[in-house]
């Protein structure tokens, strides 16, 4: 035979030198989920290692992961129930833990990026991303509000603003509101596919978000849509959006490919608590070895056409580099 293809696999060397696809640590976001004020820190019970912190905890967990080299930080907040309402007005409020902790951050480790969250849930008695009425999720409604969570976020020192809510229109809004008040300079990073997905599970858990009534399926897209994703990204590149998410990761593959290939705008994958479980609790009964399986996974992630990939193994990953 001539042609071999396995010539080019013959040694380490060989396979590094023609390795098509680089994961590296810069690349990589960790979400990091926040608590009020002297709470103690407290493991996500379906999130193994994952961790929900008081500010001044997580300014300690982001220094130890800038000195591994992770320098993006996606935040969350874990709001109390009593700090809830329909309207989310706890969202813009000056005494909110989350807009301090974000300043806190920036204030100590200016070269850290962080990224936040715009949606109501965190904040909603409702446990949705949009104002309810009479069992409708408002969208129009919906945008003043989301406007200025953005602004008091901007405000606080934040990077790139993150708009997961999936409102119509809202990355039009938000950009207006930001560039009106002399934001200009603050990037968004608009979920532009977040799928209605059963993987979010853990991740309401961390911050006991989920719906008191209803679901999510009006306003987050079809698993079964493709193409979908194409028109949601093109709504949100003519709205201003600097980042185009695709949210799961692993089970949509396809669609990170087909915003790489249509979009010039970076793309970035969120590997969700639901695909952190799953590889945790698979790792825990031996049935997959752990490390190998977040390379492959994220390796795949990278192949298939995400510029940067939010995770929750980026410290796990950046300890082993």
């Not at 060397?13 to 407290?42: M, N």
């Not at 991740?203 to 079809?222: C, E, H, I, V, W």
Request: glycine share 6%; hydrophobic share 40%; aromatic share 8%.
């Amino acid at each position: 035979m001539r042609i071999r293809p396995r010539r080019n696999r013959r040694t380490a060397a060989i396979r590094a030198l023609v390795e098509e696809t680089s994961l590296r640590i810069s690349s990589l976001i960790y979400p990091l989920f926040i608590l009020p004020p002297k709470l103690a820190a407290d493991e996500v019970s379906s999130m193994p290692g994952i961790f929900r912190r008081n500010p001044e905890d997580t300014l300690k967990e982001v220094e130890e992961c800038l000195a591994l080299g992770i320098a993006s930080f996606i935040l969350f907040p874990a709001v109390p129930e009593e700090s809830k309402d329909p309207t989310a007005t706890y969202s813009y409020h000056p005494d909110n833990f989350y807009l301090h902790t974000i300043r806190m951050i920036k204030t100590r480790f200016p070269e850290a990026t962080v990224i936040t969250d715009v949606a109501m849930d965190p904040y909603s008695s409702d446990g949705h991303d949009g104002l309810v009425k009479e069992g409708n999720i408002l969208n129009d409604e919906t945008l003043p509000i989301l406007g200025k969570m953005s602004l008091a976020q901007a405000e606080a020192g934040a990077d790139i603003i993150g708009p997961s809510d999936m409102m119509d229109g809202r990355v039009g809004y938000i950009r207006d509101v930001l560039d009106e008040k002399g934001y200009e300079e603050v990037a968004i990073m608009s979920y532009t596919a977040k799928y209605a997905s059963a993987c979010y599970g853990p991740f309401r858990d961390a911050l006991d978000s989920a719906p008191k009534a209803g679901d999510k399926k009006t306003y987050q897209m079809n698993p079964a849509n493709r193409r979908e994703a194409l028109r949601e990204a093109l709504l949100d590149e003519a709205e201003g959006a600097d980042y185009l998410m695709v949210k799961p990761a692993l089970p949509y593959l396809d669609v990170i490919s087909d915003l790489n290939m249509s979009s010039t705008l970076p793309v970035v994958a969120y590997q969700v608590s639901g695909e952190y479980a799953m590889i945790k609790a698979a790792a825990a009964k031996g049935w997959l070895l752990e490390e190998a399986m977040v390379k492959e996974t994220l390796t795949s992630i990278k192949r298939a056409g995400a510029d940067a990939i939010i995770t929750y193994f980026a410290k796990d990953l950046a300890a082993q580099a």
